[in-house]
């Protein structure tokens, strides 16, 4: 279920690097390049509809903002709900919130109080955490302490591109497993 070596470089040739923004010294991968580009923007939904079918999945979270992009794709291709999680102040209804640290300071985001309430369930919901791209992995893990004060479980994070050298994986490793489309 793995991409190929070739379906690998292809996507990562879709995706354009900006140097020095929004900062000197960065190196920003903008994936609306991938996205713009039909086949690998379907090869890649594909894929991860492929990889993620047997889960038994009941909602995907996708962090904003291009976390909304692929989850709500991907919960489209796998017939389940998606759930948004959000930066401060922009959700209308009742939400829980966690704080996390950046390198210049902090941040935080929401989710609804109610997202993964859903009378249908006699189960603990299973919820496939997903966003573009990994790197220091500070939001990633406030996101899955949101899921599970939520109520529901997060049973792996996917994230399209991962930034090796940022080191966000060793710090996720211990919550969830996490599937990485694509390393740099």
Sequence with gaps: ??????????????????????????????????????????????HLKSYYQSYEIDYIAGIESRGFIFGAALAYALNVGFIPIRKKGKLPYTTISEKYSL??????????????????????????????????????YAAANLI????????EACFIIHLKDLKGEENLQNLYPIYNVLSL
Excluded: W
Aim: proline letters at 3%; glycine letters at 6%; charged letters at 20%.
């Design 103 to 140: 390198e210049y300071g902090f941040n935080e985001i929401e989710i609804h109080i109610d997202a993964f309430k859903n009378e249908i369930l006699n189960h603990i919901p299973k919820v496939l955490l997903i966003d573009d791209l990994l790197a220091t992995g500070g939001t990633a």
């Design 148 to 155: 599970k004060k939520a109520g529901a479980n997060c049973i």
């Design 1 to 46: 279920m793995q991409l190929t070596t070739t379906q690998q470089e292809f996507l990562l040739q879709t995706i354009r690097s900006i140097k020095d923004f929004p900062q000197p010294g960065i190196n920003f991968r903008d994936i609306t390049t991938l996205l713009s580009n039909k086949e690998a923007f379907t090869l890649l939904i594909n």
